[in-house]
């Protein structure tokens, strides 16, 4: 801070975090593994990030290895090498990921919510000895391929198709934004079958598999993002999931993921927020630190309402979850919320930087273009606006 900005009283006051009180909703447990998590971003994640993300480009196999020693890899998952921790930890830890980068949210989120709890739940004891272990550990990375080219809101329309060949099953069908298709050595594909969606899963190096990276994204560059094409891709009958009958089991993995992201957003927007402060308490204009101006000090208030209110909310949802009574209505009160505020929080930090805050030199512009894709995967803002008027009118408004 400048001496400039002292003589004019802006002293490095409180921290979001610390003005609403955030340690007093957490336990010993809980803080610790906040903070452990929160030192291992500032130390391995963000040196690197602004140059893994222009250049479009992360080391997921090392990182994966990394976040797998720590346990975050399928972390409220129990037995099978995973930590089993509470949702709330699970949750606290996808927030300090993300106030790295959302992809390296992204990266646990599709591993560990994703493909990992496919597996878990709906997974033969064969399938879950074979592959959870070694994805716990980050030696093996999955992918989950719901979403196709025409259609993404609407999965119940998929047309990757499985049938019968003898005693095999034959895929074929195309998937579209996957999340690390490109390195995964397993996806998590899902297909109309004669009895209805049904999961399969599928060995990466499996004939008739093959990944392409969609280059060219503006956001989650800091992410691998992929088409699988599946062109008669031939599974021994092991490789279906015997626990997925419907479309509700992806649906569920898709409300384990959806719960991450409810406090995964509220990181990006707390480095947005803290970036936003320490640079109005030192920028100065008009011969003061623009923290001193009203107009910055109401912008700074009401980002830190958002950011409080949203933590209040995505703290009472994982109390829920870990009771047992959390329901999907609520999780999509969560990720709509939250994520919707943190991409506005992310936008008035922005102004705040000045121009300053379109550079990759603060990480403010970067999580902006992140949150789009938050706002977008997982369920669009519209979807879970019509799954909260869908439960408040009891009327579905999707067709
Ligand atoms: P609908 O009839 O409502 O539901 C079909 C069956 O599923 C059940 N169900 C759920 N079960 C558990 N959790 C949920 N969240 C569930 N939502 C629905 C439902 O009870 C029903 O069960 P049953 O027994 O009666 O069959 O299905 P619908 O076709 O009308 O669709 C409803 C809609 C639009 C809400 C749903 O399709 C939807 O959520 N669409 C959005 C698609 C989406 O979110 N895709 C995400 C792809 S994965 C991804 O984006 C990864 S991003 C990477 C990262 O996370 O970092
Ligand atoms: P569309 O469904 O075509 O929607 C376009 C617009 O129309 C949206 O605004 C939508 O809300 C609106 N709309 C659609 N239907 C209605 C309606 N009934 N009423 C009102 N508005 C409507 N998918 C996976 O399966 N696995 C992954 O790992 C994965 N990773 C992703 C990573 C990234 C970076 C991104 C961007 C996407 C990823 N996705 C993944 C896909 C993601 O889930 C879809 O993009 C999302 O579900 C929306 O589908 P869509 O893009 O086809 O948009």
Request: aromatic share 6%.
């Amino acid at each position: 801070m400048t001496q400039a900005a002292v003589s004019q009283g802006v002293s490095a006051g409180m921290s979001a975090d610390a003005l609403i009180g955030i340690d007093a909703l957490l336990n010993a447990e809980e803080r610790e593994i906040r903070d452990t998590v929160r030192s291992v971003v500032q130390r391995k994640i963000n040196p690197h990030i602004a140059s893994w993300y222009e250049n479009g480009d992360l080391p997921v196999r090392e990182l994966a290895v990394e976040l797998g020693e720590l346990g975050l890899l399928g972390m409220h998952l129990k037995g099978y090498g995973c930590a089993g921790t509470s949702a709330v930890a699970y949750g606290l830890a996808c927030l300090e990921l993300e106030a790295g980068d959302s992809g390296i949210r992204s990266l646990v989120s599709v591993q560990g919510s994703l493909a990992m709890f496919a597996i878990y739940a709906f997974g033969s004891d064969e399938q879950k000895e074979q592959w959870l272990p070694d994805m716990a550990t980050g030696h093996r990375i999955g992918c989950f391929g719901l979403t196709e080219p025409d259609h993404g809101s609407n999965p119940s329309g998929m047309r990757t198709r499985a049938t019968r060949s003898g005693g095999d099953w034959i895929l074929t069908g195309t998937k579209m934004w996957i999340t690390n298709g490109s390195v995964a050595d397993v996806a998590v594909v899902w297909a109309r079958t004669d009895d209805g969606i049904r999961g399969f899963v599928v060995p990466t190096d499996t004939p008739g598999f093959t990944a392409n990276t969609i280059k060219s994204k503006l956001s989650l560059r800091a992410s691998v993002t992929s088409e699988l094409v599946l062109d008669g891709v031939r599974l021994p009958e092991g490789a279906l999931l015997p626990g997925a009958t419907s479309l509700g089991a992806p649906l569920r993995c898709l409300g384990e993921a959806r719960f991450g992201i409810v406090f995964g957003a509220l990181g990006a927007a707390r480095d947005c927020l803290e970036t936003a402060l320490e640079y109005a308490r030192s920028r100065e204009q008009f011969g003061r630190p623009i923290g001193g101006f009203q107009l910055t000090q109401q912008k700074l208030a009401d980002m830190t309402l958002e950011y409080g209110k949203g933590v209040l909310l995505a703290m009472h949802l994982g109390r829920r979850k870990d009771a047992g009574d959390l329901v999907p209505e609520q999780v999509s009160v969560g990720k709509l919320n939250n994520v919707r505020e943190a991409i506005q929080i992310a936008r008035t930090a922005r102004t705040i930087l000045g121009a300053s805050g379109i550079t990759g030199e603060y990480p403010v512009m970067r999580h902006a273009n992140n949150l789009e894709s938050v706002l977008t995967y997982e369920g669009t803002s519209e979807m879970h606006s019509l799954i909260v008027g869908q439960a408040l009118t009891g009327v579905g408004a999707f067709r």
